[in-house]
């Protein structure tokens, strides 16, 4: 008999673990785990898969250790994740040997010895410590508030940002994965040119990102973003497929198109035009949940692993790459794309790279 694999061990004791209450639903889980860090029912059921199990980040075993050690984390209706401070010494040491049991498990199932650990990207990584420069699309003096007024005691710069929700999420993931580089972000109207020649990263569309249109116009990209009057709210996508041009448009709740369902995200890379030995990355939406949900696919500590393995896959080590994709929203939130997930990549280029 084939021994199991630690893989499918792991899933298999995760599974059991959860199966010990009866109550104990995926979803309650993950909303007790929610409580420190969003989480979804669907990410708990690939973890206790038996058939394809992903592999849970170390933290969440840890979280799995620290519920598990106390019965007192689903004695009430609503079960609790408690903090180590919260276990008492008994709890405590049930936590260690609990923890110990399944990081050896997720060891083993991660590949512990040098080579056959699977190493993906590290997109957001520049190992050449070159500047990088964010261009973040600039509001319209009609939609910029009060705070926004450079006169007002209480400006904020960022009031005038477009995508501020955007720049926040990549700014500090970029900063932490690049500590030795100097990371700055400045507006179309404000970033000097010499800036423009290091790693840059372009926040929003054509329209209020000026330098979006000027550095993809000079390169080779098969995907633009262009006005149609049946669209007030945004510019779509058009690429070339097939030699014809094929446009993606985002999808509404309601008739009215006031209630955003699905946007549309652009992340795309090629080697910046204006030295080729810097990047040039492009996180655009036809709204800025598209903008956000192409920010957020490679900074989600639940869905970058997986969505590098995607470009791993998909583009191998090819320095110019480009996706469209679905950026789902539910109540006002845009969820973080799942680039491995059925129908969410609409479109990538170039096919066939790997």
């Known amino acids: 008999m084939q021994p199991t694999p630690p893989a499918l061990q792991l899933a298999s004791r995760l599974k059991q673990l959860r199966a010990q209450s009866p109550r104990l639903t995926q979803r309650k889980l993950a909303d007790a785990f929610s409580a420190e860090e969003s989480l979804s029912p669907a990410t708990v059921s690939s973890w206790e898969s038996l058939r394809s199990p992903k592999l849970p980040p170390e933290h969440r075993i840890r979280e799995y250790a620290r519920f598990f050690a106390t019965p007192r984390s689903i004695l009430s ?179 009215n198109e006031r209630v955003l369902m699905e946007d549309i995200g652009l992340l795309a890379r090629v080697p910046n035009p204006l030295n080729e030995s810097r990047t040039l990355t492009i996180c655009n939406g036809i709204h800025s949940r598209g903008v956000y949900g192409a920010a957020r696919a490679l900074t989600d500590a639940e869905m970058r692993d997986g969505n590098e393995e995607f470009i791993s896959t998909n583009f191998g080590d090819g320095r110019s790459f480009a996706i469209l994709m679905s950026v789902k929203v539910i109540k006002n939130k845009a969820m973080t794309p799942d680039l491995n997930g059925r129908n969410v990549v609409l479109y990538k280029w170039p096919e066939g790279a790997a």
Request: a negative charge; hydrophobic letters at 35%.
């Open 77 to 255: 209706k609503q079960p609790k994740l408690f903090s180590l401070n919260d276990l008492d010494q008994d709890e405590k040491n049930a936590y260690e040997k609990l923890a110990a049991e399944l990081l050896r498990l997720r060891s083993a199932a991660d590949g512990d010895s040098p080579g056959e650990k699977p190493t993906f990207n590290r997109s957001w990584h520049f190992r050449d410590g070159g500047r990088v420069t964010f261009v973040c699309a600039l509001l319209p003096d009609d939609m910029i508030g009060e705070f926004g007024d450079p006169e007002n005691p209480n400006y904020t710069e960022l009031q005038t940002y477009a995508d501020a929700d955007a720049l926040i999420e990549l700014f500090g993931h970029i900063r932490a994965e690049n500590p030795a580089a100097t990371v700055h972000f400045k507006t179309p109207r404000d970033v000097e040119p010499d800036e423009l020649t290091g790693h840059v990263i372009l926040l929003g569309g054509v329209v209020w990102n000026e330098i979006t249109g000027i550095l993809s116009e000079m390169t080779d990209l098969p995907i633009r973003q262009v006005n149609d009057p049946s669209l007030n709210s945004g510019e779509i996508f058009v690429a070339d497929v097939e030699g014809g041009e094929r446009p993606f448009w985002p999808k509404w709740a309601d008739d």
